[in-house]
């Protein structure tokens, strides 16, 4: 429409307006007191705004103003998923049930999730954040993107990196007995190469009544006040929930409770999503995102741990007894390990 100067758009427009607003206000001034007609009249005021509404953005739109995409960005939320960063992490403990916590979390509408460990901040970091991003399933305005990889827990550099990727980034740790976590982690390597000594033989020098091996992965990892001092460097305690594995396996729901209040998230997952199965020994899932069938996590997922050596046992929880008392200190949280 080139033969409309710019000048004379906009005052074709404001009439436009003009004329509108005088037949609201007639239609405001027809209104009876009787309750049905409010009813009725409101109704039809509603339906005539609508249908202006599209008429004055057709006008707009035909004097060259493009009102259209503002309105529809205002109107419209992002329908489209979208790969992003992740919003929360499960940073650990490894042999702790992270991968329970995963699942359960993954049960909640609004939580997407990397399926399997991305390992971006201990062993893909030079891959860069674009990388990282694709790894992520895609999510919708709202939704939190997570993803689990235990190792972070103990990567001396990753606080750093998590905090250069989002420092207001949510941070999950389940801890366990560490004594506890020592057999599972061992159980786990021994299911690999059966020919692995005892397990006494590595966690101990010379024996059961010898000192411990703090050295030995397995045991070194039980030590969690270290790590956590050191995302405490970066972190506000407030931005890190740890989470008992031993509760999450007793009270899943209420466990989950806790995790959905720090996630800001509302509380979906609750008992009626979990049953004890009494030949696994452990809680499994009525349903899920991916089965609409009552199934446990897999079979690498609460293995039989091998008979230890009462006299070894004890000496572990004489060594841990300082170390735990340190992480109490530093969590704020008794979790009561022996
Ligand atoms: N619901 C449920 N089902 C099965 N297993 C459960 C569950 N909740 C917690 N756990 C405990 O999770 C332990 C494995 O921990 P992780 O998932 O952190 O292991 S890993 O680090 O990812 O390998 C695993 O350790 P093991 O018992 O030694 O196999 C379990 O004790």
Not at 200 to 210: F, I, N, S, V, Y
Not at 322 to 332: D, K, V
Request: proline fraction near 7%; charged fraction near 25%.
């Amino acid at each position: 429409m080139k033969w409309i100067s710019a000048v004379s758009k906009r005052t074709i427009f404001i009439y436009f307006i003009l004329l509108f607003l005088l037949y609201l206000f007639y239609v405001l001034n027809t209104f009876s007191v009787d309750e049905n007609m409010f009813t009725f009249k409101y109704l039809t005021l509603k339906r005539h705004v609508s249908n202006y509404n599209y008429v004055t953005r057709r006008f707009a739109a035909l004097l060259g103003y493009n009102f259209k995409d503002k309105y529809m960005t205002l109107r419209k939320p992002n329908l489209v998923p979208t790969k992003r960063l992740p919003d929360a992490l499960i940073i650990g403990v490894k042999k702790c049930g992270t991968r329970a916590l995963l699942e359960f979390l993954r049960l909640h509408p609004d939580v997407r999730a990397a399926g399997s460990e991305v390992h971006f901040f201990d062993k893909f970091y030079h891959k860069g954040f674009e990388w990282y991003r694709n790894r992520m399933p895609p999510t919708l305005e709202g939704q939190i993107t997570m993803e689990k990889t235990p190792s972070y827990w103990v990567t001396r550099s990753a606080p750093k990196r998590v905090f250069a990727m989002n420092p207001a980034v949510k941070l999950l740790a389940v801890v366990r007995d560490p004594v506890t976590r020592a057999i599972s982690d061992y159980t786990q390597s021994a299911s690999k190469r059966p020919s692995l000594p005892r397990f006494e033989e590595l966690a101990l020098m010379d024996g059961p009544w010898g000192s411990v091996v703090d050295t030995w992965p397995p045991v070194r990892l039980g030590i969690y006040a270290r790590p956590l001092r050191r995302w405490l460097r970066r972190f506000p305690r407030s931005r890190i929930l740890i989470i008992s594995g031993e509760r999450l396996v007793v009270d899943p729901a209420a466990e989950m409770t806790r995790v959905q209040e720090f996630l800001n998230l509302k509380p979906v997952i609750t008992e009626k999503h979990f049953y004890f199965n009494s030949t696994k020994g452990f809680p499994c899932l009525l349903k899920s995102e991916s089965r609409s069938t009552p199934h446990c996590l897999g079979k690498t997922k609460g293995r039989n741990h091998p008979y230890i050596d009462p006299v070894a046992l004890e000496r572990l929880r004489e060594f841990y007894r300082p170390h735990n008392e340190r992480f109490y200190e530093l969590s704020g949280i008794n979790f009561g390990w022996q």
